[in-house]
């Protein structure tokens, strides 16, 4: 059965290079449709009830977000699509989303549509889909949800619930403020990069700290956390680490 798909980009270009690329060496893919606006895409996904979307994440008109927000119960399949946008990314990669970078390369389409072949049912990514709709609507950062993809399937972290991200080798610890700790394949870079607006720093080459754990800093070089654990700061971010805490607000 083939897997019916709809096109949701503002952009003619990426439009007819994705077109051709699925026409071309994705034959179990079929186009049943394509829409220019997020608008247009609303009534497209009415129209056609698709198992799959392509959806760009920033139209003229609206977001790819904005417009899934319209849909009401999301019933198929969504890859994104994006330029080297540093905040869609970030967005994308904090709700273990799945997407595809503009010029779309052939390889990577093939890999994301694999995925999706592979695994027919759209319960997990329909409901990562979900989560990012309301962390997106969630005032409050420490609130919100952070989705990580695992062998096991995802792990959903509430942010104000994480201590601290320790490095190890390629590997990354997230303790927990229940004392427990999970293990996660992704570096402390990649934590750092999509955490970084969200209250976390990184104050030593292996550690990321939250700040809404932190009680006080001591001697400009040791972060005491409110568990009465301390963390150290490295001597070249004792200034830095200084201005960052007493700066309140997060974001």
Known sequence: MKLKSLIIDDNSFIIDLLTDQLQQFHKEVEIIGIAKS????LEKIKQTKPDLIFLDVEMEDMTGFDMLNLVGEITFKTIFITSHSHYAIKAIRFNALDYLLKPIDEKELGQAIRRHTLSPAIQSNRTKVQHAL???RTKNIEDQTLILQTQNGSLELVLKQIVKIESDRNYSYIHLSNQTKELSSKTLGYFEDILSDKGFYRCHRSILVNKLHIDS???????LLKDSSTIQISRRKKNEAKNWFLDNEIG
């Open 217 to 223: 800093i001591q001697n400009k070089d040791t972060f």
């Open 38 to 41: 997020g608008r247009e895409g």
């Open 134 to 136: 309301i962390n997106l």
